[in-house]
């Protein structure tokens, strides 16, 4: 599976940029799908996740409320809307997928997942 980022860019604090991922070389349906991030001299960090089938998703707290994932399983693409942006955002967005045998399983552990996007990068200006 080959997953391929876009979107990022600079944007200032309080505006909104949307991530999109898409997938090839497997069956999209058949994959959790997870956008982490990770900025300079931190740790990557899990930003949400949605489940193969796009009922089920999770937020991390420092985001919640303010992005949202979305996926379509016809069109191989996974997105990220994130409103109300903050400097604290600012970083190295990775989309990433987990191949799981059900349809409803989330995770938020980056060692679950399988396959990894070359991240994309996002800068809120104050």
């Known amino acids: 599976v080959q997953l391929q980022a876009s979107g990022g860019g600079l944007v200032q604090a309080g505006g909104s940029l949307r991530l999109s991922c898409a997938a090839s070389g497997g069956t999209f349906s058949s994959l959790v799908m997870g956008w982490f991030r990770q900025a300079p001299g931190k740790e990557r960090e899990f930003v949400a996740v949605?489940?193969?089938?796009?009922?089920?998703?999770r937020y991390a707290d420092s985001v919640k409320g303010r992005f949202t994932i979305t996926r379509d399983n016809a069109k191989n693409t996974v997105i990220l809307q994130m409103n109300s942006l903050k400097p604290e955002d600012t970083a190295v967005y990775y989309c990433?997928?987990?191949?799981?045998?059900?349809?409803?399983?989330?995770?938020?552990?980056?060692?679950?997942?399988?396959?990894w996007g070359q991240g994309t990068l996002v800068t809120v200006s104050s």
């Open positions: 990433a997928a987990a191949a799981r045998p059900f349809m409803s399983t989330i995770t938020t552990s980056p060692l679950q997942y399988n396959y």
């Open positions: 949605v489940s193969r089938n796009g009922v089920n998703t």
